[in-house]
C-alpha cells in the first residue's frame, strides 16, 4: 500500500542529517503505552513517550502490494519483575497497536506528523521471566486478518435482535417458513 506522505515529511527526507525513530503506541485499559527507540522522554504529539533504546526490538513489518494480513512482532528485554506483574494482569487481546516513523532534526525536534507503517491489533504475548532479565514478546495482527473470519449471521429475529433490539422485522419469519404459498392459481 502506497504510503500518503505529506510534502514535508518528503523534504525531510532528503536532508543531510535526519534522525529517524520508531514509535510504539499501545492502547491498553489501564491507559496507553507509548514507546520510542530512542533514550529519555521525548513528547511527540501532546504524549510522553518513553525512550526504550535498544531494550526494544521490532521485527521487520512486511508490506506488499496483495490484499494480505501481516502481524508485527515487538520484544521488550531488560525489564523489571513489577513491570512483568502488570503486563499479566492486562488484558491485551485485541487491543489497538502502532508503529509510527518520526523523523528529527539534528536539534532533535519533530520534523512533521509521524507516519503509521503499521496499524493492528494485539494478538499473543509471550513472557520470559529469568533470574536477572525478564523479557516481553508481543505479537500484533493486522486488522485484515477479520476478512479470514467467518461471519455466522441468520435471517431470524433473534439474530436481529443482537444489533437491533427494538427491530420486528424479522419477528414472523420462523412462522411464515412453514406457510403453503400457491402461485399461479386463480
Known amino acids: 500500500m502506497p504510503r500518503a506522505l505529506t510534502p514535508a515529511f518528503l523534504a525531510a527526507l532528503a536532508e543531510p542529517e535526519l534522525f529517524p525513530a520508531l514509535l510504539v503506541r499501545g492502547e491498553f485499559d489501564t491507559g496507553n503505552l507509548l514507546l520510542w527507540t530512542g533514550y529519555g522522554v521525548r513528547n511527540i504529539g ?3 513517550y518513553t525512550g526504550t533504546g535498544n531494550l526494544l526490538d521490532i521485527e521487520p513489518v512486511d508490506e506488499t502490494s496483495a ?4 502481524g508485527a512482532k515487538f520484544t521488550l528485554a531488560g525489564i523489571s519483575s513489577q513491570a512483568v506483574s502488570l503486563a ?7 487491543r489497538r497497536v502502532e508503529i509510527l516513523l518520526a523523523l528529527f532534526n539534528s536539534s ?7 507516519s503509521v507503517l503499521f496499524s493492528g491489533r494485539a494478538d499473543v504475548m509471550a513472557i520470559s521471566d529469568g533470574a536477572d532479565l525478564c523479557t516481553i514478546v508481543m505479537t500484533a495482527e493486522s486488522r485484515l486478518v477479520d476478512l479470514q473470519r467467518a461471519r455466522i ?21 420462523s412462522v411464515i417458513q412453514d406457510v403453503p404459498l400457491k402461485w399461479g392459481t386463480g
Do not use: A, T
Open 67 to 70: 490484499i494480505q494480513s501481516n
Open 108 to 114: 532533535w525536534e519533530l520534523i512533521d506528523d509521524p
Open 88 to 94: 499479566l494482569g492486562e488484558p491485551y487481546q485485541g
Open 153 to 173: 449471521r441468520r435471517y431470524e429475529n433473534e439474530d436481529q435482535k443482537i444489533e437491533y433490539p427494538g427491530d420486528r422485522g424479522f419477528e414472523f419469519v
Open 46 to 48: 501532546g504524549e510522553d
